[in-house]
């Protein structure tokens, strides 16, 4: 019975104990033994556990006794990086309710807020509460002036909480059984489900998380999804149990639930997509569907040129696991052929290389992330351009426009200054900047988005000794005063080095592109000019001496498998380099420009 049933979310900024607590609520709900608990249950892919972060959102069905009456309580996770922040949004909107969990030792922090506006758009019932109430440091009752400040949020009923240690864990439970909202279906209307997570299994196919708004789904139905357009059959219909999947014949009105359709593509079930009965359709989608945009670019490249075919089928295969990468493949004169792909932000970015390279075995070479340009060409055409070495000569072009976010940053007030100083060099504009507390500083900026796909990121953690959170949002397109700036190496320009910049830092880029340049370009046999020009004219440059030296000398000319050893060791060292001309460029050469200032 729908009334008996909570579905609500955690939202949290990293590593404020998102993944711990809902451990400890998945233990608390007898679900799991204490033995059979492994640590971060609900972090399920390799990478994920690696770096700590909540990739796709999963979710598990618990039932929580409360006076006698046992209640179903759906924990939907939502995925803690801004790359993923549609995959929150929908998420929440599955949700009737979300807890907001904040360390009680720090305090509010960008993606915090971030979040908590998207759950009041989606009317959730916010219950406050303060974590890691164990620690010396904490201090709730400065977060909940902080939580009440920032967010306008009563936090006179804020509960205090230890994850780890398990105080508060069951008024919590009771809390939540208590002020959220049960879910308010109607049971008899045809059948409307949101799809709020899809992933694939390398098994069942892939797999649609869905959340049941009316009528039901049930084992055998004809369903279709409204987005795409297509029919599919119901094969099976799994609850979501945090150890295992347990069969259902029906996912009822309220629930939330796992729906096989034995499809091989992820596209075809894309999150934020409405899946109805094929005979009997609900009138309208459920709002707020679209298909993600990819806002960062880069090209990617095998080492060796003959595995292109192989990048391309690996491709190809991650795209019906993860349908929201792009990909078209481009060629470079001094890389051969590849592929120019599209990302949600640069986490995903990391993410999607290091895939290819662990599961598909593959050496590539990724070239520097840009955004998509828009650049007004003397015909009065637009073209949306995603790898500056496609830009239009100058005299063929009006302007360039870039995107740009609107991005907020909180940080503790001793990294003001710093802070300011970063934001100032990123080309950002200041719109706000509001003291939450005596120690603690928001503001916000309107910032060109390319500044923050380059390195930002690393950037604000080390002005501000990791203290700092930053999240983003897109708020279109502005004229940029952008010009081209190409790498030669050797006299060839090196088209997979060339850069988008703005004009007046330009100079000092070059200058500073040539030097880091210098220090990774290994010793030829010959001299090497490194040059860095705008258009024809040359406006720095470096030279890498020769080596001069012939390594085999060493070996006297006498022992020949010690001759032959050394140079096997020097081709094994050159499998990672790429041949640009006469000169061997190792990997890191193509992503030298995310080091400069
Ligand atoms: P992401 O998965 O990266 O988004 O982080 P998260 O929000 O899920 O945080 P996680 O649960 O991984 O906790 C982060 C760190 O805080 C871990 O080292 C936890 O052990 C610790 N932690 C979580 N809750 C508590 C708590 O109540 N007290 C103390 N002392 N530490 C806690």
Known sequence: MQKYIRNFCIIAHIDHGKSTLADRLIQECGAVSAREMTAQMMDTMDIEKERGITIKAQSVRLTYVKDGQPYILNLIDTPGHVDFSYEVSRSLASSNGALLVVDASQGVEAQTIANVYIALENNLEIIPVLNKIDLPAADPERVKDEIEHTIGLDCSEALSVSAKSGIGIRELLDTLVDKIPA?????????????????????????????????????????????????????????????????????????????????????????GDTITDFRNKTKEPIPGFKEVKQFVFAGLYPIETDKFEELRDALDKLKL???????????????????????????????????LEREFDLDLIATAPTVTYKVKTTKGTVLDIQNPSQLPPVNEFEEIQEPYVKATVLTPTEFLGNIIILMNNKRGMQKKMDYLSPERVLLEYEIPLNEIVMDFYDKLKSVS????????????????????????????????LSIIVPRVSAQTRGRDFVKAMKEIVPRQLFEVAIQA?????????????????????????????????????????????????????????????????
Request: proline share 4%; hydrophobic share 40%; aromatic share 8%.
């Open 533 to 597: 020009s705008i258009g024809t004219k040359v406006i720095a440059r470096e030279t890498v001496k020769s080596m001069g030296k012939n390594v085999t000398a060493k070996c006297y000319g006498g022992d020949i498998t010690r001759k032959r050893k050394l140079l096997d060791k020097q081709k094994e060292g050159k499998k990672r380099m790429k041949s640009i001309g006469k000169v061997q460029l190792p990997q890191e050469a193509f992503l030298t420009i995310l080091k400069i200032d």
């Open 465 to 496: 000794k990791g203290y700092a959170s930053f999240d983003y949002e897109p708020i279109g397109y502005q004229v940029g005063d952008l010009v081209k700036l190409d790498l030669l190496v050797a006299g060839e320009p090196v088209d997979a």
């Open 321 to 355: 696991n993860d349908s929201s990468i792009s990909y078209e493949p481009e060629t470079s004169a001094a890389l051969g052929f590849g592929f120019r792909v599209g990302f949600l932000g640069l986490l995903h970015m990391e993410v999607i290389k290091e895939r």
């Open 183 to 271: 879910p308010t279906g109607n049971e008899d209307a045809p059948t409307k489900a949101l799809i709020y997570d899809s992933w694939f299994d390398n098994y069942l196919g892939a797999l649609a998380l869905v959340r049941v708004y009316d009528g039901a789904i049930k084992k055998g139905q004809e369903v279709y999804v409204m987005g795409t357009g297509k029919k599919h059959e119901v094969l099976n219909l799994m609850y979501p149990h945090p150890l295992v999947l347990e069969k259902t014949p029906m996912i009822k009105t309220g629930e939330v639930g796992i729906v096989v359709l034995g499809l091989k593509n992820v596209g075809d079930v894309k999150v």
